[in-house]
């Protein structure tokens, strides 16, 4: 079993940052993609970032590149979402969710039925 806890969610300005962490409760923690996923309210979820415990691989959506960095600690056990210049479109409740092996170079990288742990969620809104 793999538990992940969401951290550093809120209510933000747009242009302004948030860093989103997600702590994991496991011992394996080296054989572990960890992605970052987000639902807004109406729309379909989708997956933004996800990254390799083993190597450290990463791979971001299109609409993440360039702006959201994702990266771990291994001390920590923990992965952390960096995102910038965020607008109000990317307001939503952000899960990390974990799958077995390294899912980020394939395409199927963020298909949710690969992933078979995630969190509760931490909610993130952009406002002026």
């Known amino acids: 079993q793999v538990q992940l806890v969401e951290s550093g969610g809120g209510s933000v300005q747009p242009g302004e940052s948030l860093t989103l962490s997600c702590s994991i409760a496991?011992?394996?923690?080296?054989?572990?993609?960890v992605a970052w996923f987000r639902q807004a309210p109406g729309k379909e979820g989708e997956g933004v970032s996800c990254?390799?415990?083993?190597?450290?691989?990463?791979a971001d959506a299109e609409t993440a590149q360039g702006r959201f960095t994702i990266f771990r600690d291994d001390a920590k056990k923990t992965v952390y979402l960096q995102m910038r210049s965020l607008e109000p479109a990317h307001s939503a409740v952000h899960y990390c969710?974990?799958?077995?092996?390294?899912?980020?170079?394939?395409?199927?990288?963020?298909?949710?039925?690969?992933?078979?742990?995630w969190g509760q969620g931490t909610e993130v809104t952009i406002s002026s």
């Open positions: 969710e974990a799958a077995w092996g390294n899912r980020a170079p394939h395409s199927s990288r963020f298909n949710k039925d690969l992933y078979e742990y």
């Open positions: 496991k011992d394996t923690f080296d054989y572990l993609t």
């Open positions: 990254i390799s415990i083993d190597d450290g691989e990463a």
